[in-house]
């Protein structure tokens, strides 16, 4: 079984179409998070969930809106797609966000490629 | 702001050899990781080592720490042509609640046969 499983693996799509992404973790894990890797591999945090509260939200465009139904699922929709987009996402889980053991350990799904033409 | 910078960009050795990648990064943190990253495929977590722990060893992996010069340094030896991968740094800032890692840039690593 994938601990942490994202669909769709690619996705090709015109600028201006709006689209998402889905997680799920088997984990158990209480926290998941969205991290996007551009084309020179830069990961950058852009959302993290906690037990389906928003905890993270780096400067991302609000044409990205995230949203976690459970603590085992957590989505990504992207609205009014543009070139600049096109990029890796990663969904990623750990077991807490670290806060009593200082620990946080990433298991990461692997990956979405969105390509905006 | 980014907080892991990988050194070097890339890296390629011959099967056998060591091959040692080195982090830096900005500010206190509480733990730093490292992650590897085959072509194509999501990150795996290798190893994790807290601010107050200066070395740790994962079976051909050594990790140290230097938490005066912000600097962290990952040795893999008797490297194999399965170690082919991206290597990566993070870090969670010192005070940070929220779990947020910071991930570097990488280093990529090719290990001829």
């Known amino acids: 079984d994938t601990a942490v499983s994202q669909t769709p693996k690619y996705l090709v799509t015109q600028m201006g179409n709006d689209k998402s992404i889905k997680c799920e973790q088997n984990?158990?894990?209480?926290?998941m998070y969205w991290y996007k890797q551009d084309s020179k591999k830069f990961l950058k945090i852009m959302f993290s969930y906690n037990n389906k509260e928003l905890i993270i939200n780096e400067t991302v465009p609000n044409r990205f809106s995230p949203k976690s139904p459970d603590k085992a699922h957590l989505n990504l929709h992207i609205n009014s797609l543009e070139l600049g987009d096109s990029a890796v996402y990663f969904c990623?889980?750990?077991?807490?966000?670290?806060?009593?053991?200082?620990?946080?350990?990433?298991?990461f799904g692997a990956g979405s490629r969105l390509t905006v033409l | 702001s980014q907080q892991g910078e990988e050194d070097p960009q890339a890296l390629s050795i011959q099967e056998g050899e060591n091959a040692t990648m080195n982090c830096s990064y900005k500010?206190?943190?509480?733990?730093l990781q490292w992650y590897r990253q085959n072509s194509g495929r999501g990150l795996v977590h290798l190893i994790l080592?807290?601010?107050?722990?200066r070395e740790k060893h994962s079976g051909r992996l050594r990790v140290t720490l230097d938490t005066s010069k912000k600097s962290s340094s990952l040795l893999i030896t008797a490297s194999r042509a399965a170690d082919t991968a991206s290597y990566f740094c993070a870090t969670r800032h010192g005070s940070s609640n929220t779990g947020k890692l910071i991930f570097g840039q990488g280093t990529t690593l090719q290990v001829k046969p």
């Open positions: 990623a889980s750990s077991r807490d966000r670290g806060s009593t053991t200082g620990a946080n350990v990433l298991t």
């Open positions: 984990l158990g894990h209480d926290t």
């Open positions: 080592i807290r601010s107050n722990e």
């Open positions: 500010t206190s943190i509480n733990n």
